[in-house]
Antibody, heavy 118, light 111 residues
């Protein structure tokens, strides 16, 4: 079964840092681009960024550029999101998702919640 | 690219058809000839699930009562006969232009 499981969410103070992880199983992780998508409480979906198969290319939405870093460890079938200089508006459920070949996300994790508050 | 969905709330009757509109601020036809318009369903308390990719292709396991259509800047998701399991929020998303952007979501609820 194709599966993505996020972890690492929690409560962090404004200006703090947090690292999210996503464990992949059931598919050849190293052959796929991967994305992070977030959803603020009661709001819609926002694509955060993605990373290519070998980690040599990463793209981010402007609102997180310079603060968030996506990385991956193909040997461990894991995706990461390092979040620095966190702000209240970063409070959201963060989803890990697999990028299909169609500029879209075809498999999603269950999400992990990040709350930025003092 | 701004994606605008309508309506934002859609009361539906079980067994009857329903449709959701999505408009983009720029044409979503890519230079490679494909239109990277997707539809996602998010049931209450669940993660999003992709239903439709590249305008009109259903994902594996998606019932054939769901269909996607459109061109250029105007797109539609149709449900031929609404079932109770279809309640939730539906999002369109474009992947043609960077960055990927979603519509605001349309909440489908039973009348």
């Amino acid at each position: 079964e194709v599966q993505l499981v996020e972890s690492g969410g929690g409560l962090v103070q404004p200006g703090g840092s947090l690292r999210l992880s996503c464990a992949a199983s059931g598919f050849t992780f190293s052959r796929f681009w991967m994305s992070w998508v977030r959803q603020a409480p009661g709001k819609g979906l926002e694509w955060v960024g993605n990373i290519n198969e070998d980690g040599s290319r990463r793209d981010y939405v402007d609102s997180v550029e310079g603060r968030f870093t996506i990385s991956r460890d193909n040997a461990k079938r894991s995706l990461f999101l390092q979040m620095n200089s966190l702000r209240g508006e970063d409070t959201a459920v963060y989803y890990c998702a697999r990028d299909g070949s169609t500029a879209s996300m075809d498999v999603w994790g269950q999400g992990t919640t990040v709350t930025v508050s003092s | 690219v701004v994606m605008t969905q309508s309506p934002l709330s859609l009361p539906v009757t079980l067994g009857l058809p329903a449709s959701i509109s999505c408009r983009s601020s720029r044409s979503l036809e890519h230079s490679d000839g494909n239109t990277y318009l997707n539809w996602f369903q998010q049931r209450p308390g669940q993660s999003p699930r992709r239903l439709i990719y590249e305008l009109s292709n259903r994902d594996s396991g998606v019932p054939d009562r769901f269909s996607g259509s459109g061109s250029g800047t105007d797109f539609t998701l149709k449900i031929s006969r609404v079932e109770a399991e279809d309640i939730g929020v539906y999002y369109c998303m474009q992947g043609t232009h960077w960055p990927r952007t979603f519509g605001q979501g349309t909440k489908v609820e039973i009348k």
